[in-house]
């Protein structure tokens, strides 16, 4: 896919069962032009997840690995459906090489200023700054100083009150945990309540990202 056209929220699922992922996955597809999926490798079941996440809702949403940390999670992720990998820390030569042969995205973890203009020498299509609320959203504004403007994922510490200052500092796309959902709303199976918390996420990136 055009990386320009890559969503700007990044749904990060850690420790979901099966139902649950499909379920929120089900309410993300509904907005699949905003939302994207992250299946952590640390997640029981995460190859089953990714592959009926593909098979339910593939054709429209976007769906990928997180905490890919070496090759064998990239060719597993791969195999089962993943359009894009998504990592903790930086990627290796063999991570990239592999992806960019299947035409995954990729979307490497760094911090310093060394190291993202690294990651997207070796190939990043994304470059993941991660913890984001470590460095702050003013470190996003002074980036874009002697860099233009990048292809940048804020992760870490991302919710629904902080993540428009975020865009509006620089980064391009943002990558959000367990404060992207309520939990009650997953566990009681309430399709409107995450729908109507999705369509605030969705108002911000309209607003913000124009």
């Known amino acids: ?5 890559f969503p700007k929220i990044t749904a990060i699922l850690r420790g979901y069962s099966i139902d649950e992922a499909m379920f929120i996955m089900d309410s993300l597809n509904k907005y699949s032009d905003y939302f994207s999926v992250e299946v952590t490798t640390n997640s029981d079941n995460y190859l089953r997840i990714i592959q009926q996440g593909n098979l339910a809702f593939g054709d429209k949403l976007l769906i990928g ?3 890919v940390l070496n090759l064998q999670h990239a060719k597993e992720s791969i195999d089962a459906g993943a359009k894009f990998l998504l990592g903790p820390e930086k990627f290796s030569d063999d991570i990239f090489d ?3 042969n299947k035409n995954v995205i990729t979307v490497p973890a760094a911090m310093s200023s060394s190291e993202i ?3 997207f020498s070796k190939g990043a299509d994304i470059v993941k700054v991660f913890p984001a609320n ?4 003013n470190y996003f504004k002074q980036l874009a100083g002697p860099y233009g403007k990048q292809n940048l ?4 510490g991302m919710n629904i009150e ?3 200052s975020y865009f ?3 980064a391009k796309y943002v990558g959000i945990g367990s404060a992207m959902f309520n939990k009650d709303d997953i566990k009681n199976r309430n399709s409107n309540l995450m729908l109507e918390r999705l369509e605030r996420y969705v108002s911000i990136i309209e607003e913000v990202c124009k």
């Open 1 to 5: 896919m055009d990386i320009n056209n």
């Open 65 to 67: 690995a997180g905490t």
């Open 98 to 100: 592999y992806a960019k």
């Open 117 to 119: 203009s690294e990651m």
């Open 134 to 137: 470590v460095v702050g959203i």
């Open 153 to 156: 994922m804020a992760v870490g």
């Open 162 to 164: 902080n993540i428009a």
């Open 168 to 170: 509006s500092a620089g």
